[in-house]
């Protein structure tokens, strides 16, 4: 039996040993394989939109969208959905509502944020609740009293009313300023305080610049909804000449009907500013929602 029970604890670890690499390399391959994967769900569909975009009205009546072009220098598509599309004008529509609505969100939600976390008044918790039931109703049940308001104001049909709705109905970047201010000693406002500093002065000189993370994160968040968005815009600006950069894909519709080459080339314009601008800042977005994510 003593032999026996060497023989067999002896075997023991070599069979383990087998087994561990076989395991590995699978999960290793696996791995690889859902990267894989999740790259081409999200390559292949732009790799449709380039290709189909530099081929001719007969190439795309010919082949399937991933054929190649006959000409891989073919403009034509892209001149005419810039001219014809009024994208500059688009353009510069997005990046005014784009501008303001993001510095508009950075000052009210950090601001309520430094109120909420540092002052103490009445019904504080009742406040909280509501911002919370806020955030959990559905922005289209109030849709009717919201345009109402917006008429009202004199706003409708302009640029400031996209700028007015995405500055006041963003819940999220409260709680995002919020969970950061509350991670900031209140030490540093009591020494500001005992050397003569209000509680602006407290607020744009100590606890601004220790908010670059969540500023950081909540540009990110709300910029990428700002250009995605598509409902606001078309509701509250109607008129042709107010088109943003995704109303104005939308109208592509009409005057090209099936000419998806001039549509596939107007996608990628549009995909061109927000791809610079994440190849420009994609330290700071990282680092955004890293910071983000630990608080």
């Known amino acids: 039996m003593t032999v026996l ?54 190439e795309m009546a010919d082949g399937p969208s991933l054929a190649a072009p006959n000409n891989w220098i073919n403009l034509h598509n892209y001149v005419v959905a810039f001219n014809d599309g009024r994208m500059l004008r688009a353009l510069w529509n997005t990046s005014f509502i784009l501008f303001f609505s993001v510095l508009g969100t950075v000052l009210i939600g950090s601001m309520t944020a430094y109120a909420i976390d540092r002052f103490h ?17 559905p922005s289209v049940t109030t849709q009717v009293a919201t345009y109402q308001i ?19 109905t963003d819940i999220v970047s409260i709680y995002i300023f919020l969970q950061f201010i509350r991670s900031i000693p209140v030490s540093l ?13 407290i607020y744009w000189r100590i606890i601004v610049p220790l908010l670059k993370p969540a500023i950081a994160t909540v540009v990110i968040i709300k910029g990428v909804a700002i250009y995605n968005d598509f409902y606001i815009p078309f509701l509250y600006m109607p008129d042709d000449n107010l088109g943003t ?48 994510a630990t608080k």
């Open 5 to 58: 029970d060497g023989a067999a604890m002896a075997r023991a670890p070599r069979s383990r040993g087998r087994s561990t690499p076989i395991r590995s390399r699978v999960a290793v391959a696996l791995k690889y394989l859902s990267l894989v994967l999740a790259g081409a769900v999200v390559l292949v569909p732009l790799a449709a939109v380039l290709l189909t975009s530099l081929r001719t009205n007969s």
């Open 121 to 137: 008044f009445p019904f504080k918790k009742l406040v909280m609740a509501l911002f919370l039931i806020a955030s959990l109703v």
């Open 150 to 168: 917006v008429n009202n104001l004199g706003v409708m049909d302009t640029r400031w009313a996209p700028v007015l709705l995405y500055m006041g």
């Open 189 to 201: 406002d009591e020494a500001a305080r005992l050397d003569g500093a209000n509680s602006f002065t």
């Open 245 to 292: 950069i995704s109303t104005s894909l939308f109208r592509f519709k009409g005057p090209f009907g099936a000419h998806w080459e001039v549509i596939s080339a107007g996608a990628a314009l549009v995909i061109i500013p927000s791809l610079v601008v994440f190849l420009a800042l994609q330290r700071f977005i990282y680092n955004g929602f890293a910071s983000g």
